[in-house]
C-alpha cells in the first residue's frame, strides 16, 4: 500500500510509505504549533473550517472545488484546506498541531485513526454521523478504524490488487491469467523459458510483502475477519494461527517456485511498473493507483488487470482492500455542526464520484463505484462491490514489522513458516510489552 513521496506522481498515490514515517515523525515532533489550525472566528464574523491532508493526487489539492462550492451553500463558512507536499512535511506538522491543542478539524489520520480515537483526539464519527452515513463505504474500510464498538476515521480513498500484464506478451507467452497460485507455479517455467519474470512484487521498502501476503490469510481461512483479529490480538487469535502458517507456507512455495525474480526484495514501486511496461514480467501485482501512475508515466502502455489468483480452484478471489487515504475529525472542533456538514457535503454521491473521477482514484463509497469511469479502476472497484475485499494494512504493535520480516527472512530460505509465523507473534509481544 503505497502512500507518499516528494514527486508529484507519487504524493498521492503513494499509499503505505507513511506508516514508519508517521511514526517517527510523532516520536520527533516538537510541541510548537508549526500553524494555527483548529475553528476560529474570521475577522468578519465567519467561521473557519480547517482541513489537513497529504492528498494532493487523491482529490484534494490546495484549489480543490470542494472548499468554494460548501461556501456558496454557507456563505458565513470559510473552508481552509492545507495539503501538504509530502508526508516528511505532513507527519511532524499534525504531530505538532496535536500536541498544542490545535488539531485541525478535519485531517488524514494515516495509520493512527484508532490511537487517536482513544486519545480523544478524534471523534466517534459512528456516533456523530449515523450508521446511516457510514453504510455507505466499503465495510472493510469502515472496519480499518473501528474499535470498541466506536470509528474514528472514514475512508476517502479506497483500495485493491490485482495483476496487470501486457495480452500481447501474455499471447506470446501462450497463457491466460492464472486463476490460482498453484496455476501461477505451474506456469512459472514456461514463462521463464519465454524470458519473462513470473511475478513482480514491489518489495522495497518489504512491507509490499505483508501487503502481498496478508490477503494470502483470508484466502486461507476464507474469513475476512480473521486478520484484523490477530492483528489486534482479540478472541485468543495469534500470529501462530494455522491460516498464517499455511498463508506463509504458500508465499514459500511461490519463492520456491521461481515465480518472482532473484532480485525480488530490491524491487521498488516504481521500479516494478517499469518491469511491466518494458516487457520485463509477465504479471505484476500491485495496487488501484497503478492506472494513475501509469497514465502519467506511460500513456500510450495498453494492459489489462486480473483478480488475485484464488487459493484454491473455486475458492474466493479475495483482494487486499482498506482505505489509503482517510479523514478522521477533530473531537474538540470548534464547529462542529459546520465540520460534520462538510463532511456529508464531499461525500454527496455526484459531487464525490465526480471529484474522485478526475484523480482517477477508487472510491470508498459501494454509491460512488458504480460512476467510475477508469476502465480498470472500476474493473478493481467491482472486486470489493462483490464483497472480495480483505483487510492487509496491519495496526497493531509489531505486527507490520514482524510479517515484513518474517516474508524477508522466507526469501533468504533463512525460516520455515512454523517458525516465521511464532516469530511474528514474538515480535508482537515484545511490542506490548514495552
Known sequence: MKISSTSSRA????????????????????AVLLAACSSTGGSSGTRTISVWTWYGNQGMPNNTPLAAEFEKSHPDVKVNIRTFGSTTDYAPALAAAVAAGKTPDIFGPSFSAISYGQKGVALDVKKALGSDFLSQFFQADNDQFSSGGKQYGIGWN?????????PAVLA?????????WDDLIADAPKIRAAGYIPLTVPSSPSYGLADFVGPL???ASNDPTLLLKIDSQEDGKSWKDPAVVA?????????KGGVFDSGLLAVTYSSAEQLLTTGKTAFLWDGSWVPADLK?????????????????????????????????VSATSADMKDTLDFIKFIYQKDRYSSTLNAAQAMPATEAAAADVADPHVKTMTSWLVDGLGAPHILYG???ES????????IVEGKTTPVDAAASIQAAVDKAKSK
Do not use: E
Open 402 to 409: 514482524g510479517l515484513s520480516d518474517v516474508c524477508v527472512a
Open 11 to 30: 504524493a498521492g498515490t503513494r499509499k503505505k510509505v507513511l506508516r514508519r514515517a508517521v511514526v517517527a515523525a510523532i516520536a520527533m515532533a516538537s
Open 296 to 328: 502519467a508515466s506511460s500513456p500510450n502502455f495498453k494492459y489489462d488487470v486480473a483478480p488475485n489468483p484464488a487459493w484454491k480452484a473455486g475458492a474466493k478471489h479475495w483482494t487486499g482492500d482498506q482505505a489509503g487515504a482517510s479523514l478522521s
Open 158 to 166: 479506497a483500495q485493491s490488487f490485482g495483476l496487470f500484464y501486457d
Open 172 to 180: 506470446k507467452i501462450g497463457i491466460q491469467p492464472p486463476q490460482t
Open 397 to 399: 504493535a509489531g505486527s
Open 217 to 219: 490469510i483470508t484466502q
Open 247 to 255: 498463508a506463509l507456507d504458500k508465499f514459500q512455495q511461490l519463492v
